[in-house]
């Protein structure tokens, strides 16, 4: 994916080069052949490409979140108790 985005900049910078510098050519021209050809398409194909890698992060995200949440922190399965033991006075 990442050698076909470059190689696709790369022909678009070279479109763009000769729209710039062409007689006929302008330099508006050239930034709307940059963004109409180079940004648009490739932000389109990033976004569906990187659509599952996204979701499997949020995932896992809820998951850790869901976990952290609803769990003691050593996993033990019993009732926490106190994290002091009462102090006894002696008769």
Do not use: N, Q
């Not at 678009?12 to 080069?17: C, D, G, P, R, T």
Request: proline letters at 7%.
């Amino acid at each position: 994916m990442l050698l076909v985005a470059i190689a696709w900049i790369y022909v678009v910078l070279m479109v763009v080069v000769v729209e710039a510098t062409g007689s006929r050519g302008s330099l508006l021209g050239a930034v709307s052949t940059f963004v109409l050809y180079g940004v648009l398409p490739l932000s389109i194909l990033a976004y569906l490409y990187f659509s599952p890698a996204r979701r499997r992060a949020r995932r896992l995200a809820e998951a850790l979140s869901a976990e952290a949440a609803g769990l003691d922190p050593d996993r033990g399965g019993h009732a926490p108790g106190d994290a002091v033991a009462p102090e006894r006075k002696e008769p």
